[in-house]
């Protein structure tokens, strides 16, 4: 899918495809401020608006990883910002805990990130993203959603 | 403070029915209402856990087995109610099963206020098929599982009420290590005999773990190398059917209402289609490899490494040697141990403000 997929931009050039979790509080308001600040960054890039980077279970990162995406940005508020005071610290340790199972596992943990990006933050977001696409590149595409038992 | 215990073996009696006789006694006795212990099917089938009520019925129960039947944790959620319920049961688990039920007490699957944990000084166990065949083999020859051979913890561990030990024992007797007040009061209540405890035991004891630790991180060496390379984990669950096995016979994988069951991981008719459609080939049964990813993803943290997972497999998974290499650095993430101690809380139920992973 990965190879094959021109995607939204159309271009016949391999871009990294990265979905993204984005908590609606912060880190979706912030993308959306990168839009309405007319920044640019990937068009490859897939948001998922979620209420929280604590729902994120670990399933839909590697479900992402499993069906053809390059990498997956997870987005949460600030430590101390979360909108359910919490919800963040616990994304925090399920992140590592995913990151540690990816590299024992031969799966390179730099396809996964989870970074705080608050609602002011467009600039940070399209900036996370375009260094996350920069990695994704030299990484190149994803070898699991192609090798996945046939 | 542990309190030791000697429970003499009578002449020519053999310690597995030595440890019958304790467990029949502390019946009689009143000091618990029941048992839970494995026992040896009819016929030489095997073993199963059985829980009783009444000695008589322990005859075949073999609290020393060199086997590990399948759900005696589980057993224990479903035997414990809130509270206790009517009767105080002794359970005589593996250390590994009994570092699961730690781990179950603290998610609040299982009240320990009416239980006595009992665990034996574990020197392994073979898988359910070799059990009958394996009788009167030497020691040194029984075909031990994977999780034995490389086990980091094979005594009981701190909040086990009980330690039933070989290590630093003398032949002529069981040693009983009381390691909590109410696993005292049930020794006293079942009449074994207060001693000292052995100037060998510690000693015994920690070349034991010694021994279990240098096995594991050969392991854990050995299965990061493996399945560090890229296409490995697709291979070794080349053969998985998906039958989900591994995780009904997990001792710590308790949700009443699985994710996994869920449609978003169990693509229905038309979803299948599409997704090969899209991908132009689909290995079916699909999504093996989101099923054991998530299953670690969720439970490694509380992961006991006792086996049971991969001793279910009916298509031979690796599925401990994969978690050989992962196990022991997640945990270390949060400087945990499953099972160590109920005070420590289950890494998913807590954080720090500070923490840094990265």
Wanted: net charge neutral.
């Amino acid at each position: 899918m990965t190879t094959e997929a021109t995607g939204p931009s159309g271009s016949k050039e391999w871009r990294p495809r990265i979905v993204g979790f984005l908590c609606t509080w912060c880190s979706y308001t912030g993308a959306d401020l990168a839009g309405v600040s007319r920044l640019q960054y990937t068009p490859e890039f897939i948001p998922i608006r979620v209420m929280c980077s604590g729902a994120v279970d670990p399933a839909y990162v590697i479900k992402a990883l499993l069906e053809g995406a390059d990498g997956v940005l997870v987005g949460g508020c600030h430590p101390g910002d979360c909108h359910y005071l919490t919800g963040n610290y616990k994304a925090r340790r399920r992140f590592a805990v995913l990151k540690e199972l990816l590299g024992g596992l031969g799966i390179d943990p730099r396809r996964v990130r989870l970074e705080w990006i608050s609602a002011s933050e467009g600039g940070r977001f399209a900036a996370t993203v375009n260094e996350m696409e920069r990695e994704l590149r030299e990484l190149g595409p994803n070898p699991l959603s192609k090798q996945e038992l046939l | 403070m542990v309190y030791a215990f000697r429970w003499a073996l009578a002449t020519g009696e053999d310690r597995q029915s030595a440890a019958r006789r304790l467990l029949q006694e502390a019946l009689r006795r009143g000091a618990v209402g029941a048992v839970l212990v494995p026992a040896e099917l009819p016929g030489g089938a095997g073993v199963a856990y059985a829980l009783a009520t009444r000695p008589e019925r322990l005859a075949s129960a073999v609290p020393l087995a060199r086997a590990m039947p399948q759900f005696g944790p589980q057993d224990l959620v479903r035997a414990t109610e809130p509270g206790g319920g009517p009767m105080r049961i002794a359970a005589v688990l593996r250390p590994c099963e009994a570092r699961a039920v730690v781990e179950l007490v603290k998610l609040k699957q299982v009240d320990p206020s009416g239980l006595v944990l009992i665990s034996p000084d574990c020197p392994g166990t073979v898988e359910l098929e070799d059990y009958a065949a394996s009788r009167g083999v030497p020691e040194k020859d029984l075909p031990l599982r994977l999780a034995c051979r490389i086990c980091r913890r094979p005594v009981a561990g701190k909040d086990v009420d009980v330690a039933l030990g070989t290590a630093g024992a003398r032949d002529d007797e069981l040693l009983l290590i009381a390691q909590t007040e109410r696993g005292r009061a049930f020794l006293e209540a079942a009449g074994a005999q207060a001693i000292e405890l052995p100037h060998g035991r510690a000693h015994a004891v920690a070349r034991l773990v010694a021994r279990g630790e240098e096995a594991h991180d050969a392991q854990e060496r050995a299965s990061r190398e493996r399945f560090g390379r890229p296409g490995a984990l697709e291979s070794a669950l080349a053969t998985c059917i998906k039958c989900m096995n591994c995780m009904n016979v997990c001792p710590v994988c308790y949700c009443k209402e699985c994710l996994l069951y869920t449609d978003a991981f169990n693509p229905t008719a038309g979803a299948l289609a599409d997704k090969a459609r899209r991908r132009g080939v689909v290995r079916v049964p699909t999504e093996t490899a989101q099923f054991h990813l998530t299953r670690m993803a969720h439970v490694m943290t509380a992961c006991v490494m006792c086996g049971q997972c991969e001793s279910a497999c009916p298509t031979g998974v690796p599925l401990l040697e994969m978690y050989a290499g992962v196990n022991r650095r997640v945990q270390d993430l949060f400087d945990y141990e499953a099972g160590r101690s109920v005070e420590e809380a289950p890494p998913f139920t807590d954080f720090r403000e500070d923490e840094d992973f990265s």
